[in-house]
């Protein structure tokens, strides 16, 4: 199972670009790259996901170089609502794998 | 858009006794599972459920948890007798299947065992 390791909390102001780097270095070949929201005492939510290159939603964006031993979650112009716990999860995306979570990223954004 | 639902919302019970916690997983999806965080702590895998079975289970679930799908709708997970350490938040979610692998969580339970 690859470990992930991203920062533990980032501050940012409204209409800011966030972008969380996530490392993963010992990522296998067939794991995806998840990103999870977590509002206070709310479940996890689905951000994106990518297995390499870029990969854009309407939320956010998602980087992998080619390597792929690293990810960035970027979000454009946050608001206070974007405050949030963000986890990065590196696994096997298939029916029914548990999601492994790690301490994620806490995201305060100021006004 | 069709959501993951808790019931309840909030459960305060005494050591030893048996709690239910209740979920309604999103219709049509397949798979199911339970998860808990202690508060400040990470989310933690418990079990997933396919097929009328547990798929997988982790170290946490021991034999005082159970779980169920009693009926078409609902998903169940029963603690046989509550410890202060199961005080937590638990998450229901459910996912579509081979195609549709996104896991969709409900909104939780916040266990206080005293």
């Known amino acids: 199972l690859a470990k992930t390791t991203q920062p533990i909390s980032m501050d940012s102001y409204e209409g800011q670009e966030v972008n969380i780097t996530c490392s993963h270095n010992?990522?296998?070949?067939?794991?995806?790259i998840t990103w999870y929201q977590q509002f206070p005492s709310q479940g996890p939510r689905f951000i994106i996901q990518?297995?390499?290159t870029k990969v854009t939603n309407e939320v956010a964006s998602l980087f992998i170089p080619a390597d792929r031993k690293s990810s960035t979650l970027s979000l454009p112009r946050v608001s206070l609502s974007d405050t949030a716990v963000y986890y990065c999860?590196?696994?096997?995306?298939?029916?029914?794998?548990?999601?492994?979570f790690g301490g994620g990223t806490r995201v305060l954004v100021k006004p | 858009e069709p959501e993951v639902t808790q019931t309840p919302s909030h459960q305060v019970t005494q050591m030893g006794q048996e709690v239910i916690l209740r979920c309604v997983p999103i219709?049509?999806?397949?798979?199911f599972y339970w998860y808990r965080q202690i508060l400040g702590q990470k989310v933690e895998f418990l079990v997933s459920?396919?097929?009328?079975?547990?798929?997988?289970k982790s170290e946490i679930f021991d034999d005082q948890f159970s779980v169920e799908r009693p009926d078409g709708s609902n998903f169940t997970l029963k603690i046989r007798s509550t410890k202060l350490e199961d005080s937590a938040m638990y998450f229901c979610?459910?996912?579509?299947?081979?195609?549709?692998?996104?896991?969709?969580f409900g909104p939780g339970t916040r266990l206080l065992v005293l």
């Open positions: 459920f396919y097929n009328n079975e547990i798929s997988e």
């Open positions: 990518g297995y390499k």
């Open positions: 010992n990522i296998a070949t067939n794991d995806y």
């Open positions: 219709s049509n999806h397949l798979y």
């Open positions: 999860l590196v696994g096997v995306w298939a029916a029914g794998n548990k999601l492994t």
């Open positions: 979610a459910s996912s579509a299947g081979t195609g549709g692998e996104t896991q969709y």
